[in-house]
């Protein structure tokens, strides 16, 4: 029996509250469990040096832990001269790619959408939920943008969501916490989209090498999670009153 006495294909509880950032194009309260993580979207016209004149736009994110996460303050990465952590990097970079992958760039024309994920509490998950509250708040700003009648089209590849899955006294289990991500004997981060594709895939041996046959276990039970994460988003952002039909491809 797991610690909170789910099933071990079981998510842990999710929430979604809409709308904590009145001057935000798009933002999300997204909780997964104990973690809670703060998603915000903003438009900005133009990109970057290097995509310019391709007529696409960019979808980026950034990534940060609030320093009261844990039972102990941290210093905030980026502050006092302290630099940014190779892991906040590492999980921007994550959730920055996830996210571009659900966009078609040539309908978003040449805009910016950033994407904050600020972690304000952590049980385990943090990249993951980040991924899945940021596709929501997404979802919205382009919404927005839609309602405006700057898009080039229809901007929305495919919803994207984000899992962990892991083996644990050689069971494996799904959207693991805190304790249970430290005592795996393997981990894996999954993102993947509405119909079972895969994004990305992170997957760690924390000590002996295991099977091929675990690995795919693992990404089995990550997909169903996923499915039932997507089916969250819609019901979210139909609560937003956002008509998926007029943004997905």
Not at 23 to 35: E, P
Not at 113 to 138: F, H, K, N, W, Y
Not at 139 to 154: N, P, Q, S, Y
Not at 206 to 233: C, F, M
Request: charged content about 25%; hydrophobic content about 45%.
């Amino acid at each position: 029996m797991r610690k909170d006495g789910r099933a071990h294909d079981a998510l842990r509880p999710v929430g979604v509250e809409l709308g904590w950032k009145r001057q935000a194009d798009g933002s999300v309260l997204y909780r997964a469990g104990g973690t809670v993580v703060l998603c915000v979207a903003s438009v900005d016209e133009g990109v970057k040096d290097f995509m310019k004149g391709r007529g696409a736009g960019w979808v980026t994110a950034e990534y940060l832990m609030h320093p009261r996460t844990g039972p102990k303050r941290q210093s905030r990465d980026g502050f006092n001269g302290r630099p940014l952590s190779g892991r906040s990097q590492e999980i921007a970079r994550l959730i920055g790619r996830a996210l571009r992958s659900s966009v078609d760039g040539a309908a978003l024309g040449e805009r910016t959408i950033t994407i904050d994920c600020d972690v304000l509490e952590a049980d385990g998950g943090t990249r993951t939920a980040s991924v899945t509250g940021g596709m929501i708040a997404l979802a919205i700003a382009l919404d927005g943008l839609r309602a405006r009648g700057v898009l080039k089209g229809r901007p929305i590849v495919s919803l994207v969501a984000a899992v962990s899955a892991g083996v644990v006294k050689g069971e494996g289990l799904l959207d693991l916490c805190y304790e249970e991500d430290r005592d795996a004997e393997m981990d894996a981060n999954v993102v993947a989209t509405e119909a079972g594709a895969l994004v990305e895939l992170q997957c760690t041996a924390e000590g002996a090498p295991v099977s091929r046959a675990q690995v795919d276990g693992l990404v089995d039970l990550a997909l169903g999670g996923v499915a039932s994460l997507v089916a969250t988003q819609r019901a979210a952002l139909a609560g937003a009153g956002v008509d998926l039909a007029l943004l997905l491809r």
